[in-house]
Every structure is written in C-alpha cells, then in structure tokens.
C-alpha cells in the first residue's frame, strides 16, 4: 500500500483475455522477490512495491490491523477512526474505510500519513497473488485483481522457475487439502492462501538439465 508517482519504466504489452493488450508490469526476478517478501511477512523487513499512481489496495474495502507496538501510526490516526481488534488481544486495533471502501488516510489519492502508516500497509505487496498463481476474487477487490492480471516475474535462472513453481504448488495444495492444516491459520480467502502459499515455500533447488544442457531463462 505505497501511493508514489509512476516512472512508467519497464512496461510492456501482452494479449490478455479476449485478445484485449492489457499493459505489463516488471514484478522483479522471482527468487529475489520471494526471499525479500518472505523477510517481510516474519517482519524483517518492508516490501517494496512499485505502485506507482496505484491505490487498489487503499480503496478495496480493507481492514487495516494496527498492533499493539505501533505508536507513531496511532497517533497519526484520528482515534475515532479506529477499533478494538475482534478476537485479538487488547491493543490490537482496525481502521475500517469509508461507504466506497477508502481508506479513510487516501486523501486526494495520496496517503496522507506515508511516512508513519501502519506496519499491515507496509508488508501489503499484491503479487503474492501472481507468486501464487491466484487472484483476489471478492467483487471489491476487482483493481487489484486487475492489476494483479498485470505482474510478470522475471525467471532469469533454472533456481527463479524451481521457486515459482513450488509457491504455486503450496497454492494448490492449501486450496486442495484445507483441513490439513489447524484451525487457527487456516486460510479463509484467497489473499491468506496467497500469503500462506509465499510464506511456507521452502528453498527449492532447481531442476538438474540433461547432460550437455542448459536450461534458457524465460519469463512469465
Ligand atoms: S494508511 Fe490507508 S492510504 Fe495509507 S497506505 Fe495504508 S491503506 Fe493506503
């Protein structure tokens, strides 16, 4: 969730469904983007997207959790727009969005409070859902499924396919296998499959080639 200006650098077109050009956006070489959004889901760091003049995370009708911890985003928030967490611990808050699903904070399409939002809208990076091969299917998610439809990660190396195609086997399996796991972290929508998928894919070693082989990078 990172309103910034667009440089525009990088895209590129593809036909998409009904031979309809949809722009593309470069996600980044998959393996460095997995182990930096792996370090930002345990808290070790932010993810950085380029949004550019994106804001579909901010008007998807999402709740933002505030922890406990985070002090300089509470006080950068009116207090009346915040509330305590269901079924979280005391401290825990949301800040809800507004009758067009807003965030309250997007003023004039910027985040009015950047430099001090919230750790949720720091870690926020939609493409888990193209790691995962999935899209948000919720009606007021349909931007960011659209920009979702955008992302190709580069695979410049046998390890960046390995890697892909083992979160999108997690994937699979969650949405096959829900039970598998315990109540209390099992996923109940895409965008926790997508995060769960990312966040439990183990290093990968990549595929031996043939004798006398190389593999040539590609990108998808
Ligand atoms: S605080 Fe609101 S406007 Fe700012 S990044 Fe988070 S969701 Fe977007």
Known sequence: MTPEPSTGEGQGELEGEGGVDVDTLPAGSFSEWLGQMQA?????????????????????????????DELDAKAHIPAALLFPAPRMPKGHVLMGYDEHGRCPMLIEGRCSIYAHRPRTCRTYDCRV?????????????ALIAERVRRWRFSHPSPQ?????D??????????????A???GIRPDNTTQIAVLAVERTTAVPPPTPPSGQTDPATDR
């Open 40 to 68: 930002a889901i345990r808290g070790e760091a932010e993810s950085d997207v380029p949004c550019g003049e994106c804001t579909a995370c901010c008007t998807a009708s999402q709740f933002i959790h505030i922890g406990p």
């Open 129 to 141: 859902f193209a790691a995962a091969g999935l899209e948000p299917d919720e009606a007021d998610k």
């Open 160 to 164: 960046d396919e390995a890697a892909h």
């Open 166 to 179: 083992a979160v999108r086997a997690v994937a699979v399996e969650l949405i096959a296998r829900p039970d």
């Open 181 to 183: 796991l315990p109540l």
